[in-house]
């Protein structure tokens, strides 16, 4: 109850508050209008250059060339090395073990 009570008084309140500082609301509003406008274009632009870079040709091709090369011809050789790299890990890890269990 007090919630709705402190609500009611609050709105009231800034309608009071608005029609006093009338002059001063209108300048926030016209000072903030254009950032907002300017902020939420360029976040428009960005979201959509995605849409629009799939739809073109060009870009598209490329990253289809790219992950057909890639899985066809160096993918078994990069499997290969982050094994290699894998098992060097994991025998560091021993060795590092082992010295620790000595001190």
Known sequence: ??????GIVAAVLGVILLLVWWD???LLVAGGLPVMLLFGGIIAAYLGFD???DKLPYFSKKEDEFSSTLDTEEAPKYR?????YRQEVEQLK???????KEE
Do not use: C, D, H, Y
Not at 80 to 84: I, P, R, V
């Open 51 to 53: 849409e629009v870079r």
């Open 94 to 100: 021993s060795e590092l073990e082992k010295t620790k």
């Open 24 to 26: 001063a609301f209108l």
């Open 80 to 84: 290969e090395e982050a094994e290699k």
């Open 1 to 6: 109850m007090a919630v709705f009570v402190g």
